[in-house]
């Protein structure tokens, strides 16, 4: 039997504005999705249950892609809230193709992060008809602060390229590390869950026909473009005030372009006298805050008084990583 795990993702900065050619950045959180395959078997199972392919297509690609063996029994265990725009699916993708590549070679798997995020994101995007960007599946894999651009940055330390064919065009990412300076052990994340999810596909749509009747407010998205910069030359000098500065400025900017909703902006007000800063993660309308604090309990407290469900962890942790073998 092999046992992976893989963490979920946050974003910290660059949400919405990375579909228009801005940068983003986004750190691993400690919440784990963890998969075990077992061989020996008769049948295909998932949790103890028969599997049926059409129902899992991230787990389907996987084992079509890396898979020649016989029927494996699959388990799967998350601590990670589902549909909260915390990368669970990724996650599970990078667990599972981890879990894999070491079962067919019984040592080799985290030699091979790149093929692990690249099978993730293949298993995303057949998973989701082709508009996967490679934000969760490589923040998954390789674990820590990972920026993605469009171009290679000057200031991270560039790990690959990711392509993917969408309608007939090739999309082309960078995909880079951050190393984050000893400041910021000291500093953790809390994440607030709204509790409802966050619906990516149409918060996207929602920001595009925004811009499509007013392209004026393509000002907005440049500025998060900005910001996202400057949170990542913060983040570089470990310099904590200028995160938190920058990721309220990234909330406000995101309000702005009525992505945020009440839901959220509750939970961003009620952490903010403990926090650097704060600000929605992700698709928004729903799903998930962030706020950035060295006083963890009293911010997830305010966070929860205020109707959000906590989740602490530090700023990135390891990537995919063998539990198991
Ligand atoms: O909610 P999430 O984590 O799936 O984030 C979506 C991020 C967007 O920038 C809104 C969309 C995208 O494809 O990058």
Redesign the pocket.
């Known amino acids: 039997m092999v046992v992976a795990s893989a963490p979920g993702?946050?974003?910290l900065f660059?949400?919405?504005?990375?579909?228009y050619g801005h940068p983003?950045v986004a750190v691993a959180i400690n919440a784990r999705m963890t998969v075990s395959v077992r061989e020996g078997v008769d049948n295909w199972s998932i949790d103890g249950m028969h599997y049926v392919e059409a129902k899992h297509p991230h787990l389907t690609y996987l084992h079509n892609r890396l898979w020649e063996g016989d029927a494996l029994a699959i388990q799967v265990n998350s601590e990670i809230f589902g549909a909260a725009?915390?990368?669970s699916s990724a996650a599970l993708s990078s667990a599972y193709a981890a879990a894999l590549l070491e079962l067919a070679n019984r040592d080799s798997a985290i030699g091979q992060l790149p093929l692990i995020a690249e099978c993730a994101h293949l298993a995303e995007a057949s998973a989701q008809s082709g508009?996967?960007?490679p934000?969760?599946s490589s923040t998954s894999a390789l674990g820590g602060c990972v920026l993605i651009s469009d171009v290679r940055e000057e200031d991270a330390d560039w790990q690959y390229t990711r392509e993917l064919q969408v309608a007939g065009e090739t999309r082309r990412w960078e995909v880079h590390r951050i190393d984050l300076p000893a400041t910021f052990a000291e500093a953790s994340i809390v994440i607030g869950f709204t509790g409802r999810p966050?619906p990516?596909g149409e918060?996207?749509a929602k920001v595009a026909d925004m811009l499509e009747s007013n392209p004026d407010r393509m000002e907005d998205i440049d500025r998060i473009g900005t910001v996202t910069r400057a949170g990542v030359t913060a983040l570089r000098l470990g310099n904590i005030e200028a995160v938190g500065i920058a990721m309220d400025e990234c909330h406000r900017l995101l309000r702005g372009i009525g992505v945020s909703d009440e839901g959220l902006d509750r939970l961003v007000e009620a952490a903010r006298p403990y926090a650097y800063g704060a600000k929605m993660?992700?698709?928004?309308g729903g799903?998930c805050m962030l706020a950035l604090t060295t006083d963890a309990r009293r911010c997830a407290e305010a966070i929860e008084l205020a109707g959000g469900r906590t989740l602490i962890s530090p700023l990135g942790v390891e990537g995919v990583r063998i539990e198991q073998s």
């Open positions: 993702k946050c974003i660059g949400e919405h504005a990375v579909v983003a725009g915390l990368g508009r996967a960007s934000t969760d966050g990516t918060m996207v993660t992700g698709a928004g799903g």
